[in-house]
T-cell receptor
Framework: DQQVKQNSPSLSVQEGRISILNCDYT??????FLWYKKYPAEGPTFLIS?????DKNEDGRFTVFLNKSAKHLSLHIVPSQPGDSAVYFC?????????????FGSGTRLSIRP | SQTIHQWPATLVQPVGSPLSLECTVE??????LYWYRQAAGRGLQLLFY??????ISSEVPQNLSASRPQDRQFILSSKKLLLSDSGFYLC??????????FGQGTRLTVV
């Protein structure tokens, strides 16, 4: 039972264009959402997050949008740069989950082509 | 600041051999610690978590086990490795439901 789903395993975007990574969730109790970036052979690093009381959070080139009614969030990267090539994980958490669990999606591999 | 140490970075083990991966956290006390696995083509699967010494919760039935012998130490073990145990193992510290800090990971290849 996947509570957090990233249906696109990979995405290729031209350098300078916008990258849009999508994520869907099923648990309506989730109230906090995070995006992590992972390079090969390294641990994931935090990128950006959003609380369920907001519908948008922006940090430089990265913006996360949340549509609670659709249980959908997306990460926009603009403009895309070569260093953005990595695997991106969407994650969600609930204040009602035990032991501070954060549930991760399956990841989307983003490739930025020149 | 908090630091998560995880070792070894890479490991190649034959089928049927034992496994021990260690994770230690510095700069905090009584941390909530987690083991995740990233298998080929799959996401980050939560394997175990621990809220304190000797307290282990398992998320999925499997060939692995975990132990928390000390406050800031979390160990992932197996008595006999299977080919399907291959993957990238990550230790994480979650201070709250809104933050997760990961170690550098261990690439395990079972041959």
């Amino acid at each position: 039972d996947q509570q957090v789903k990233q249906n696109s395993p990979s995405l290729s975007v031209q350098e300078g264009r916008i990258s849009i990574l999508n994520c869907d969730y099923t648990n309506s109790m989730f109230d906090y959402f995070l995006w992590y970036k992972k390079y090969p052979a390294e641990g994931p690093t935090f990128l950006i997050s959003i609380s369920s009381i907001k519908d948008k959070n922006e940090d430089g080139r990265f913006t996360v949008f949340l549509n609670k009614s659709a249980k959908h969030l997306s990460l926009h990267i603009v403009p895309s740069q070569p260093g953005d090539s990595a695997v991106y994980f969407c994650a969600a958490s609930s204040p009602y989950s035990s032991a501070s669990k954060i549930i991760f999606g399956s990841g989307t591999r983003l490739s930025i082509r020149p | 600041s908090q630091t998560i140490h995880q070792w070894p970075a890479t490991l190649v083990q034959p089928v049927g051999s034992p496994l021990s991966l260690e994770c230690t956290v510095e700069g905090t006390s009584n941390p909530n610690l987690y083991w995740y696995r990233q298998a080929a083509g799959r996401g980050l699967q939560l394997l175990f978590y621990s809220v304190g010494i000797g307290q282990i919760s398992s998320e999925v039935p499997q060939n692995l086990s975990a132990s928390r012998p000390q406050d800031r130490q979390f160990i992932l073990s197996s008595k006999k490795l299977l080919l399907s145990d291959s993957g990238f193992y990550l230790c994480a510290w979650l201070p709250r439901t809104t933050e997760a800090f990961f170690g550098q990971g261990t690439r395990l290849t079972v041959v």
